[in-house]
């Protein structure tokens, strides 16, 4: 049986009072569509069918490969906008389903189980419902004496009776493929000049077909999103979903209503995250590691047994056993050792410090080669940009560098050799040689050490 998805993305989302089209805005760092055409990839065969209105341009270049885009021009109703589906969808799906792009809560789980459901019902429609005292805008649901789902009433048209029921219509459908494309020419156009999707409950209703209800465990995947509340509000279910995740595969989460972790990072067992880290942008971290609190970490990876307190990791990779903050800020292109330290005002741009190299504090390196068993000195500065371009500073194992040396790149620092404090360097150092001064030169040998 084959089953193709239908995504209604066309609204202007005018109560999120933004240039940006609703759906585009982010999710714990997705955008709020991903997540729905995510949650429909392991149920349904072949692209989902996006329909756009509000915003198409950016949208679909956001999401292109993802999914089959139709246009809704006029917007004439959710009814309208599935009908705009028909033409690549009509004759090559037995199941349709339909869902929004400003829903993003729902889980793969429930969505086979709509999906289900119909495949095993003798009626048109499977629909999902939920339970709540808050309606939100959603219709009531109405059902007969058997339990099958009679209408739905929206709320500027239900009585004082129907507005007293507490099952919402959370509107996502699964339809049998051939009813749904002739039905959708059957539904009346409302006094507002649109075709409703819901009407469609009243037209297998009347002619005797049943419609079957869903009703959701968790209410709070029926979160809609229309405003900036309800957006905070779906971002706090998906924090508290990942979070718990990841306490139950033997993460600790000091506090979780603090910590931020999105949905594609990886974390190792017997991490320890304190509060206000966030761990963002695929970033993966190794086991046994002691991250925060104050650190955010985005599109790193952090090896095993690691300690990054009050820091800031972007676009790194660290190995195992690194020591770094508080307040250090690892660059883009950032790789370190095995081992390294890094003491507090530290940061080190697009470069490479060696298994067990110790930055101390206040200092920057930058467009850097960096041995194994370097000391670096507090205050030591790479001076890397010439005005035009940044050039390279190496530094060989088991150098010193003293307190306060300004490394003036292009410019090598050969293996075990040493800068006095204060020195500024402007020409090669060789190995074994202790240079001093401004500008540096080079004043004895030093014993080779083993």
């Known amino acids: 049986m ?33 997540y729905a055409l995510d949650v429909v990839r392991g149920t349904t065969q072949d692209l989902p069918v996006v329909v756009l209105g509000h915003g198409a341009e950016p949208i679909r270049q956001a999401f292109a490969g993802q999914a089959d885009f ?34 993003p809560l729902f889980t793969e789980q429930t969505i086979d189980c709509i999906v289900q459901a119909q495949k095993t019902h003798a009626g048109p429609v499977t629909m999902l419902t939920m339970m709540a005292e808050e309606a939100r805008g959603f219709g009531r649901v109405v059902r007969d004496e058997q339990g099958w789902v009679k209408t739905i009433v929206e709320v500027a048209q239900a009585t004082p009776e129907q507005l007293a029921i507490h099952e919402l219509n959370v509107g996502v459908y699964c339809f049998e493929a051939g009813w749904l494309w002739e039905a959708l020419h059957r539904i009346p156009l409302s006094p507002k000049g649109e075709y409703y999707l819901t009407d469609l409950i009243d037209i297998a209703s009347s002619a005797g077909l049943t419609v079957q209800a869903l009703v959701l465990e968790d209410g709070g995947e029926g979160i809609g999103i229309n405003t900036r509340v309800h957006l905070a509000e779906a971002e706090a279910v998906l924090r508290e979903r990942i979070n718990r995740n990841w306490m139950l595969e033997g993460v600790t989460i000091i506090d979780p209503q603090r910590t931020y972790i999105e949905p594609d990072v990886l974390i190792g067992q017997d991490t320890v995250i304190w509060p206000d880290t966030y761990l963002q942008s695929n970033s993966k971290i190794g086991s046994g590691c002691i991250l925060g609190p104050d650190t955010i970490i985005r599109k790193s990876q952090i090896g095993a047994r690691c300690k990054i307190y009050a820091s800031v990791v972007e676009g790194a990779l660290v190995e195992d056993e690194v020591e770094m903050g508080p307040y250090v800020h690892l660059r883009k292109g950032t790789h370190l050792g095995q081992g390294v330290h890094l003491g507090n005002f530290g940061e080190v741009k697009n470069s490479t410090l060696g298994p067990g190299t110790k930055m101390g504090h206040f200092s920057y390196i930058g467009d850097a080669q960096i041995g194994a068993g370097v000391n670096i000195g507090a205050g030591t500065i790479t001076c890397n940009f010439d005005g035009e371009k940044k050039n390279q500073t190496e530094i060989g194992a088991q150098a010193f560098i003293g307190s306060d040396t300004m490394l003036v790149a292009p410019v090598k620092v050969g293996e075990g050799a040493q800068t006095g404090a204060g020195a500024v360097v402007t020409k090669d150092i060789p190995p074994y040689t202790l240079a001093v001064g401004v500008p540096a030169r080079p004043i004895r040998k030093l014993e080779k050490r083993e």
Not at 15 to 32: A, E, N, Q, Y
Not at 70 to 86: D, N, S
């Open 2 to 34: 084959k089953i193709r998805s239908v995504i209604l993305a066309a609204g202007q989302g005018t109560r999120m009072k933004s240039r940006l089209p609703k759906v585009l805005h982010p999710l714990l760092g997705k955008p709020m569509l991903q």
């Open 70 to 103: 139709v246009i809704q021009e006029p917007q004439l109703g959710t009814g309208h906008a599935v009908q705009q589906a028909e033409a690549l969808l009509a004759g090559h799906a037995d199941l349709v389903l339909v869902t929004y792009g400003d829903m």
